[in-house]
């Protein structure tokens, strides 16, 4: 399934909501069909530059996103790069400068801590102004609040707000949540999912068929 002719305004007329695909040129970042982003203050192809911070490719650490996520204006990505190490004892980037300092450019990676690729599943609501921090997985289903700021991984179809993000609630009950990463709706051919939205939109798991 893929978003048709490389698409990336989804409604007439609208300037401000994009298919995140196909505006992304960086190959540390991935993003699966039909997940959106909407930014009513810049200009939301520029995702890459606006969105995406600390994000060198020294690192060669990743964002992955996955199907059918909407990401509100705003939110905002923060890599390795953020992270001056904590090995120190001082929170100075000296080897950034390794020039001023006469150290080796080799170590340059040495000021900061290397915590990995942000990975988001299928299905993620990520609110306005939002932050993800650099390592944290976040699973298929889950909503993050409103200028929530998340520094750990979280559960599938799990709500979490405030700063740091915490739990609120579970979307689901258990047997709900296990039936709908068994089904993997997201991964439906387009037809399938025309087919069966009415009782997606409508919360009816149980006429969800594989």
Known sequence: ?????????????????????????????IV???????DFVSDPTQFE??????????????LIIGKFCSIACG???????????????STYPFPLFFEEWNLNKKHVKSAWDNKGD????????IGYEAVILSGVHIGDGAIIGTRAVVTKDIPPYTVVGGVPAKEIK?????????????????????????????????????????
Do not use: C
């Open 1 to 29: 399934m893929t978003i048709p002719d490389g698409k990336i305004y989804p409604r007439t007329n609208d300037f401000e909501t994009i298919y995140l695909k196909g505006t992304i040129t960086n190959p540390n970042i």
């Open 32 to 38: 699966g069909d039909y997940t959106m982003y909407n």
């Open 49 to 62: 530059k606006n969105n995406v911070l600390y994000h060198y490719p020294i690192n060669k650490d990743r």
């Open 75 to 89: 939110a905002k990505f923060l890599f390795t790069s953020a992270n001056h190490t904590l090995k120190s004892l």
């Open 118 to 125: 942000i990975v988001i599943g299928n299905d993620v609501w």
């Open 170 to 210: 579970k979307r689901f009950d258990e047997e709900t949540i296990n039936k709908l990463q068994q089904i993997q709706w997201w991964n439906w051919s387009f037809d399938k999912i025309e087919q069966f939205l009415p009782y997606i939109m409508n919360g009816e798991v149980d006429k969800l068929h594989f």
